[in-house]
């Protein structure tokens, strides 16, 4: 909440009127159903203003009435929900094998989930071309149900900088897309906002906002695709670094003599500790899902060479995420991707490492947990993306 003391501008006051419409926004979705004396009790704001401002939101459809009423000493007070009924946000996620995309209303609730094979395209116009028309079916979808959308955000495994441009993307082949422009273009202007970061960041987001650890404010998602990265929240919010490629725990190296790394490097832990390791070769993206399945079946049924792997791979990882809580002190350190059919017989190792190689006692409190959300979570994280937008305050207009 904002109130000023000097005498507001115009400017000022439009900027006022934003942030407390945000303010109100987010505690509907956080206390629900809730009245406006509820409002005006834990905000602050006074009664007459909570009452303007809540007009407003229910102008825009954001918020509704319900029925229901809350008995207080002298009359009932009407009650308040997130309503959101005619807008749907968009998150989508382009990994190397697959295009995830992911719609909810304005209260996280699901309308779309899909997943299609993705071969990455031979180039970016190609990658583009059949992830914009993925997109169009998810935008006419959303259209069908005449709901506006309120944005799109997309996750890319690689480095994307702050203006949302890919800068390099290997396990792709893409370098230097403007994946966003793109994208509006193929989507001929949608009108909505698009928005492109790296897939960990976005998951890290959708960890924070769905995952079984919400609301955590020192968070880490790792991804277990091809690639490994990091989504890093600290003390609240998703840090991108000076220019965006905070997170590339994967080139870390773990072993100088160890096996060579696409990146040129050697002993880097996403080729200790990835999805390659875990298979014992270079992973096939048509064939990873099965390869897994069928190292989760040899696991369960004792197979020791399988064990010894996942031990092996465990151990690596457990080094990397022993570097991330000293560096950090994360609360939780999530697994996403295909580690989570693998944690079973990856979190001992991570643990033992842990125990070891933190300075503080007891990991310095930081659990590693395998993520609830899986595949969907970077798609999923686009979408967070979006609600974030609007819960600070980027209303859309009045329907
Ligand atoms: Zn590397």
């Given at each position: 909440m904002i109130t000023s003391t000097t005498g507001p501008q115009p400017a000022d006051f439009a900027d006022v009127r934003a942030t407390n419409l945000a303010v109100v926004l987010r505690f509907v979705r956080e206390?629900?159903?809730?009245s406006r004396a509820d409002i005006a009790a834990s905000t602050g704001l006074n009664k007459a203003t909570v009452s303007s401002l809540v007009a407003d939101l229910i102008d825009r459809r954001l918020v509704r009435e319900t029925g229901l009423t809350e008995n207080r000493v002298g009359r009932p007070a009407t009650m308040l929900v997130l309503d959101g009924s005619p807008y749907a946000a968009i998150g989508v996620e382009i990994n190397v094998d697959y295009v995830s995309a992911v719609a909810t209303d304005l209260a996280g609730e699901r309308l779309l989930t899909w997943r299609r094979a993705f071969?990455?395209?031979?180039?970016v116009n190609q990658g583009v071309a059949s992830v914009g028309a993925i997109i169009r079916r998810v935008v006419n979808r959303m259209a069908k149900e005449e709901r506006q959308v309120l944005g799109l955000a997309v996750a890319v495994p690689g480095l994307v900088d702050v203006q949302g441009?890919?800068?390099?993307a290997p396990n792709l082949g893409?370098?230097?897309?403007?994946l966003g422009g793109d994208l509006a273009k193929a989507l001929r202007d949608p009108g909505f906002p698009i928005q492109v970061d790296n897939d960990a960041n976005l998951a890290a987001l959708a960890e924070q906002r769905?995952?079984?650890?919400?609301?955590?404010s020192d968070l880490i998602y790792l991804t277990g695709e091809i690639g490994v990265g990091a989504g890093i929240i600290l003390d609240g919010r998703l840090r991108h670094g000076r220019l965006g490629?905070?997170?590339?725990?994967?080139?870390?190296?773990?072993?100088?003599?160890g096996p060579a790394c696409h990146c040129g490097r050697r002993g880097c832990l996403e080729v200790m500790a990835g999805i390659g390791a875990v298979l014992g070769k270079d992973p096939s993206p048509a064939e990873i899902q099965v390869e897994i399945e069928d190292s989760v079946r040899l696991a369960r049924a004792g197979d020791a060479g399988t064990l010894a792997t996942l031990e092996s791979v465990g151990r690596s990882l457990g080094k990397g995420v022993s570097i991330l809580a000293n560096l950090l002190n994360p609360e939780v350190v999530i697994l996403g991707g295909y580690y989570v059919p693998l944690a079973p017989w990856l979190l001992p190792a991570v643990q033992d490492e842990m125990d070891d190689r933190v300075?503080?006692?007891?990991?310095?409190g930081c659990q590693v947990v395998a993520s609830t959300?899986?595949?969907?979570a970077a798609a999923l994280g686009g979408v967070a993306r979006v609600l974030d937008s609007i819960d600070s305050g980027r209303l859309p207009r009045v329907p």
């Open positions: 206390h629900a159903p809730c071969s990455g395209g031979d180039s441009t890919v800068r390099i893409w370098r230097d897309a403007d769905f995952g079984a650890h919400a609301g955590a490629f905070s997170g590339e725990i994967g080139h870390v190296q773990l072993d100088p003599d300075i503080a006692s007891e990991a310095g959300l899986g595949h969907d």
